[in-house]
């Protein structure tokens, strides 16, 4: 120990002498008392011993204590403080941290205390607390889980036990889809109660003998001995039906399916950064290759994974250099009953720096997640625009469908972008057309409404693309008034041969004109179908490839403009 400096106690410590000594005779915790105005502070015994204090009462105990946080902890302590002499929002201290103690390790304090202010409001008296954790708190504060200290024990616990058995295991860790438009559309509060009972939707469905961990965010792990490629699997398919439909919480849907990164040890690894790594980089594929979906990590999937991430720099210079490398291919859209050419779907495609196409469901994704879909957007609808313009020219009327993305649409200053445009290129808005796809989730209809409202009042058309390939198909027929409505190649593909598509797509037809909705189908590419769609389904517009592929500016304008009519392949 330390020398200890005498240092006298102020009246008030003075007073409660007696009572303090009685409680560090009766309690295993640390304890203390602080006379705020003189600056003094009464230790506890354990407290001095075990971390090397120079004595039972010090003043400026910060100048004593702070030197031995954790460095990582610093800034928690100094904010849980500021919380009560700077901005005082509370009277209460709790606060989980790490101190060195007189052997020079770290060990986990759990502290909490509480503040007494005088007449005029300064405090005056605190007392509390510290008891040591032994390790760090299991729980996790809003689920209840155990935490991601626990579950990085349970991995090395599995490798330790692969290393003695020579039996390995998986590795899983879960991630809630579109968590993020929870928190923005409702708040935090909300989403915590979302996670909680997602928490206890997947206790519910795990073996007995597995332990559900909450991670970081909106993710969860699972430590699998044991486990094979079906297990993983079965499992995974467990995980998707407990959180397979729309849900209601305190009056607000939301709908957050689940995607999953799965790394196999000891193939894949045998230390736990490496495989935790691992299986985040399976998790992020997941849900880039569309979401909803379990990745299982190999060698040739972190490779590619890795080229993300390359690919990501390269989207950022090409967004940065005014979109170079970025094009518009240009797929016609016909008149279901007189195959006269109507519009055409504008259709953006990418080439790397090195010249290589790259596929528009690889980098889109990209481009929403990190949001530079809002300047690309821009990019997209400027030049559709002025093409539109051009070929109106040569065809009167003719439409340009645009797509957008959720993320464009929240961002308020893109209604007034595309008013301007049209303005400036002298277009009939009637003429444009915003597609969202369907399988977008939205969890604020009444905003999304609020912003597809203003296009509609200035005349522009609105779209749900991709029809019947999201979550609840009705739910955007009855939540999100529009005037288009495009049926997905997924139920085209065997409307020949199967009554079932073919009642639906002929029922979903009468639905929307019912409405005043036209319908536009999707991936048309055999004649035989597209007679069916026609003298069956009465369908309004035909978009495929029975028509035409999407062509640049230049082969679009001499295969399909010249002549107006369009003949069937």
């Known amino acids: 120990m330390q020398q200890e400096k005498r240092t006298p106690l102020s009246p008030i410590l003075r007073r409660i002498k007696f009572y303090f000594d009685l409680l560090t005779k009766t309690s295993e915790s640390y304890l203390y008392a602080v006379d705020i105005q003189n600056k003094v502070v009464l230790l506890s015994p354990n407290l001095v011993a075990d971390f090397d204090l120079p004595g039972t009462v010090l003043k400026d105990m910060d100048g004593w204590w702070r030197p031995l946080l954790h460095p990582e902890d610093q800034a928690a302590y100094a904010d849980a403080l500021d919380d009560i002499f700077v901005r005082k929002d509370t009277d209460n201290y709790d606060l989980e941290y790490r101190v060195k103690n007189r052997h020079g390790d770290y060990v986990w304090i759990h502290g909490r205390g ?8 300064g405090i005056a008296f605190f007392a509390g607390w510290m008891s040591r954790m032994g390790r760090r708190n299991q729980a996790d504060s809003v689920t209840g889980l155990l935490n991601k200290y626990q579950f990085e024990q349970a991995v090395k616990l599995a490798l330790q036990t692969y290393r003695q058995t020579d039996t390995g295991g998986a590795l899983m860790v879960l991630g809630l889809d579109n968590f993020k438009i929870v928190n923005e559309t409702y708040n935090r509060f909300l989403g915590d109660q979302v996670l909680k009972t997602v928490a206890g939707q997947l206790e519910n ?3 007995a003998e597995l332990t559900l961990y909450k991670l970081d965010g909106d993710e969860f792990g699972i430590v699998y001995p044991g486990a094979s490629a079906e297990d993983v699997g079965q499992l995974f398919m467990n995980v998707q039906k407990c959180v397979a439909r729309p849900q209601t919480l305190d009056g607000k849907m939301y709908f957050c399916t689940i995607s999953g990164g799965t790394v196999f040890y000891p193939q894949s690894g045998k230390d736990y950064l490496v495989l935790h790594k691992h299986a985040e980089a399976a998790l992020d594929l997941a849900k880039r290759d569309g979401k909803n979906q379990n990745c299982v990590f190999s060698r040739e999937q972190y490779n590619r994974w890795v080229r993300s991430l390359a690919m990501r720099d390269d989207l950022k210079r090409s967004v940065e250099n005014g979109c170079e490398g970025f094009s518009l291919f240009y797929q016609p859209q016909v008149c279901a009953k ?42 997209v609808a400027e030049e559709a625009m002025k093409v539109c313009r051009k070929w109106q020219q040569q065809l009167p009327g003719f439409r340009m469908s645009i797509n957008i993305s959720y993320e464009q649409i929240k961002e308020l200053e893109f209604q007034t972008f595309i008013h301007d445009r049209i303005i400036h290129y002298g277009l009939n808005p009637a003429t444009i057309t915003l597609e969202l796809t369907e399988s977008t989730v939205v969890s604020d209809w009444t ?66 004109h019912s409405v005043n909705i036209e319908a536009c189908i999707e991936g048309v590419e055999r004649a ?3 007679d069916f769609l026609v003298q069956e389904c009465k369908a309004d517009v035909i978009q495929g490839y029975l028509f035409g592929r999407p062509a640049s500016v230049p082969d679009f304008e001499e295969q399909f403009l010249r002549s107006g009519i369009l003949e069937r392949k």
């Open 114 to 121: 509480r503040f007494l202010r005088n007449e005029a409001g």
């Open 528 to 530: 035989d179908e597209y």
């Open 447 to 512: 905003f999304l409404n609020q912003q597809f409202d203003l296009f509609r009042r200035q005349g522009v058309n609105i779209a749900i693309d991709d029809f019947g390939t999201g979550y609840s198909s009705l739910a955007y027929l009855k939540n999100l008034p529009c005037d288009v409505v495009k049926i997905d190649r997924a139920f085209v593909r065997d409307i020949v041969h199967n009554e079932f598509d073919r009642r639906l797509v002929d029922y979903t037809v009468r639905l929307c």
């Open 205 to 207: 469905i795990l073996p």
């Open 338 to 379: 007189t195959q006269r050419l109507i519009g055409a779907e504008a259709l953006l495609r990418w080439k790397t720096p090195k010249g290589r196409m790259v596929a528009p469901m690889e980098f889109i994704p990209i481009l929403e997640a990190t949001k530079m879909i809002i300047p690309v957007g821009r990019w």
